[in-house]
């Protein structure tokens, strides 16, 4: 059963067509990797998915209109971690982990001992359990980014959305996180994650959405997807495509195409 379903989903931001007349439905408990050049519409998608942005054409998160979500239903049932992050002032990481709960609060709720071990448990998630009272500012962009992936996930929705998760992310957190990511999916949490990397994207996901130009240009598996054609005709790169043994999928870039 889908959990995200667009038809003829069309998106303009500043009169510009971004994405263009495009359909396709994400199944629930699984993982999805949305793929393209710079500029084809990835992270636009996923901010209309999240009702951040006006768009036309049907777009339904269970079944029901994404406009007619409230923004704290939304994010009960939806987290979006995105690309990079400007805050007001500056939080301690404790404290800046701590609002991805307020969703689940009323104006008159306090936080307990269960939130707080929600977060205690995020930060080891994120090997992000030293830096609880540190300073947001005086981290670093890979650690900045750890922390919004722990926010997102004590927010608990059942749906994430990932904005380049592994910008700024070294290779052995990269693999840390999205390993993690993978247990979560396991266990029923449906994810959507626009991502650079192919191969990185081939290893993790279920399901691959490859857009160019606003639209989609290839829609099913990694290994039924990514192949020499589409990198010549969508990334504008020679390359060799090799599907080991094990499954995964290895590309070998050589020169690209003018």
Not at 147 to 155: E, G, K, P, S, T
Not at 161 to 185: A, I, K, W
């Amino acid at each position: 059963m889908p959990v995200i379903t667009a038809s003829r989903l069309q998106v303009a931001l500043s009169g510009e067509p971004i994405i263009r007349d495009v359909s396709f439905q994400i199944g629930r408990g699984s993982f999805t990797g949305i793929l393209g050049p710079n500029g084809s519409g990835k992270t636009t998608l996923l901010r209309a998915m999240a009702g951040l942005i006006p768009f036309s054409g049907s777009l339904l998160l269970e079944n029901k209109p994404v406009s007619a979500w409230s923004p704290r239903a939304m994010a009960t049932r939806l987290a979006f971690v995105r690309q990079s992050h400007m805050i007001p002032f500056d939080f301690k990481v404790e404290e800046l982990v701590l609002l991805g709960r307020s969703p689940h609060k009323n104006l008159l709720s306090s936080y307990d001992q269960s939130d707080f071990s929600l977060v205690r448990d995020a930060l080891r998630l994120v090997d992000m359990s030293g830096f609880s009272s540190r300073s947001y500012a005086s981290l670093s962009g890979g650690e900045q980014q750890r922390v919004f992936l722990a926010q997102a996930l004590v927010q608990e929705a059942d749906i994430l959305l990932l904005d380049e998760p592994t910008t700024y992310l070294d290779v052995h957190h990269q693999y840390e996180f999205l390993q993690h990511v993978r247990s979560l999916v396991d266990n029923g949490i449906t994810v959507v994650g626009a991502f650079h990397d192919l191969e990185l994207a081939a290893r993790f996901c279920d399901h691959l959405i490859v857009f160019s130009g606003g639209q989609i240009s290839a829609d099913g598996s990694p290994q039924g997807v990514l192949d020499a054609e589409l990198l010549a005709r969508v990334f504008r790169m020679n390359a060799q495509v090799h599907h080991t043994s094990e499954g995964s999928i290895r590309i070998h870039y050589e020169t690209p195409l003018t």
